[in-house]
Nanobody, 115 residues
Framework: QVQLVESGGGLVQAGGSLRLSCAASGSIGSINVMGWYRQAPGKPRDLVATTTSGGSTNYADSVKGRFTISRDNAKNTVYLQMNSLKPEDTAVYYC?????????WGQGTQVTVST
């Protein structure tokens, strides 16, 4: 079993920054993909950014140039640095890990951006 613990969410004013962290533990093996998704009220869960074990990254168009995903393989941790936050970034942010052919989700952390 794999456990994911997220942290770093909160309330911030528009234009501000937050850094999310997600630490994986348990029967991890070699993690292939780590990523962040978000879900706003009444909307589906959408991709924010992903990073592979080889270092490739992928971003949603809406966050390109503002968000940066990174990972520390030694700590099995993925980060999401969010800058120039906008009210439309308000959502619950979920960490996802793909390892050994299975995907695991974190419990989610709330990010609220005020005007």
């Amino acid at each position: 079993q794999v456990q994911l613990v997220e942290s770093g969410g909160g309330l911030v004013q528009a234009g501000g920054s937050l850094r999310l962290s997600c630490a994986a533990s348990g029967s991890i093996g070699s993690i292939n993909v780590m990523g962040w998704y978000r879900q706003a009220p009444g909307k589906p869960r959408d991709l924010v950014a992903t990073t592979t074990s080889g270092g490739s990254t992928n971003y949603a168009d809406s966050v390109k140039g503002r968000f940066t995903i990174s990972r520390d393989n030694a700590k099995n941790t993925v980060y999401l640095q969010m800058n120039s936050l906008k009210p439309e970034d308000t959502a619950v942010y979920y960490c996802k890990v793909l390892t050994r052919g299975y995907e695991y989700w974190g419990q989610g952390t709330q990010v609220t951006v005020s005007t």
